[in-house]
């Protein structure tokens, strides 16, 4: 989230995936962070490929949507 304003990282070259969406009106789906197929999905949607870098955060470093947010982006030759 800081990427823009802290090292002007330009905003057409961002995206921001995360578990659940950002939508936080309806609290946080904790259970989101557990379904692995949309991040997989959600990168295929964003082509992810070899010009990206992907950044995955996990506070226990296992989470399964943060792990297959990396697995997917390798895969499709990403940083």
């Not at 989101?32 to 990168?43: F, H, N, Y």
């Amino acid at each position: 989230l800081e990427l823009a304003s802290t090292f002007d990282w330009p905003e057409e070259r961002l995206a921001i995936v995360l578990a659940g969406g950002l939508d936080f009106r309806r609290g946080l789906d904790s259970g989101a962070e557990d379904d692995p197929e949309a991040v997989r999905a959600r990168l295929r949607d964003l082509n992810c490929g070899p010009v990206d870098v992907v950044i995955g955060l996990s506070a226990s470093g296992s989470s399964r949507f943060t792990v297959a947010a990396l697995e997917e982006a390798r895969s499709a030759g990403a940083v």
